[in-house]
């Protein structure tokens, strides 16, 4: 193993290594990016002269190997290999991005938790939505979502000389547009995932292999009957901003048949549960929300530590607070 050097000193000597590499023409600097749910991540930018825009590669897993006994030879090859890699894949023209018309079709949403991002919710604009927000992003690498996406901040919404109302607007048009709601069964759901994963087999003992540990846990619900639905996107990704499109909330109380439970099971999907009437059990939802944030996500993934009710007479998305 190496020698226990913090990250900065990690850095310093990556940076330095990279320095040596790129030499002139380049720019070699580090950077701190406060992610989701106030997650810090350590990167490094290598930006050639004249770029508008430079990706930040992480650098916390690399660190981690470099106690772990790895040369820090070889990990300043693999940092090139993947900033070489990725700069072949990213090279693109940003000059559009001061134009709100051509900024307009690129637009998506990202809905996040409100008490976790308060540091960053400072610098953006977003819009409230139940005890969440919603920010907004330009995707800026082609049309496979995820491949890259830039987060809105004030200053460049000041730029385009528009409200948080009017990019609310535009840009939950566009993500319906380009990437429609997906609302499956979580039988199905699992089903198709342990297909893609171990080959075309569908039993009655896959299925309840597949259903056991979802009805343990939802146990305290009392409903043996109980009927799980899985809203994202098509992309599943950032999906769980679904439930922000036009009339969604709506739309989901007409296919369960009035009031429902929703468990923000990450900031990709969440969880829709049809109420059965005399059901109290909304409360061990929530607790069983806090236990899978706390043993089954990354903090990055946490949308929120509740679950929530829909009524559907008040139009309403009720936070529903843990029962003891």
């Not at 709601?181 to 089903?191: D, H, N």
Request: include cysteine; glycine fraction near 6%.
């Amino acid at each position: 193993m190496n020698n226990q050097i913090s990250i900065d000193e990690f850095i310093e000597k990556l940076v330095k290594g990279l320095q040596d590499h790129y030499k002139e023409g380049y720019s070699v600097r580090s950077s701190i990016v406060q992610k989701n749910n106030s997650t810090i991540r350590h990167g490094i930018i290598v930006a050639k002269d004249g770029e508008m825009i430079s990706p930040s590669i992480y650098v916390d897993a690399m660190y981690g190997e470099y106690l772990e006994g790895e040369p820090l030879a070889c990990i300043l090859r693999r940092f090139i290999a993947i900033r070489d890699v990725n700069q072949l894949h990213n090279d693109m023209d940003m000059s559009f991005i001061d134009d709100y018309e051509q900024v307009k079709g690129k637009l998506g949403i990202k809905i996040i938790n409100k008490d976790m991002n308060k540091d960053i919710l400072k610098d953006v604009p977003y819009i409230d939505y139940a005890d969440l927000a919603v920010v907004f992003l330009v995707l800026v690498e082609g049309e496979e979502i995820g491949s890259g996406s830039i987060l809105i901040k004030n200053r460049q919404m000041k730029i385009w000389g528009v409200d948080a109302d009017t990019l609310y607007e535009d840009a939950v048009t566009q993500m319906a547009y380009r990437f429609p709601a997906y609302l499956r069964g979580m039988l199905e759901l699992l089903e198709e995932i342990y297909i893609e994963e171990n080959g075309n087999v569908n039993t009655d003992e896959l299925r309840n292999a597949l259903m056991a540990p979802a009805r343990e846990n939802m146990n305290e619900i009392n409903n043996k009957n109980l009927q799980m639905y899985v809203l994202t996107n098509k992309a599943k990704w950032f999906g769980a901003s679904a439930i922000v499109y036009p009339d969604m909330l709506e739309h989901l109380a007409d296919e369960m048949g009035g009031a429902y439970y929703l468990i923000p099971s990450s900031i990709h999907e969440v969880i829709i549960i049809p109420k059965v009437k005399g059901d109290a059990g909304g409360e061990c939802l929530s607790r069983l929300v806090k236990e899978v944030n706390a043993t089954q996500l990354q903090r990055e993934e946490i949308l929120s530590d509740h679950a929530y009710e829909y009524i559907p007479d008040e139009k309403r998305l009720l936070p529903l607070e843990a029962s003891a």
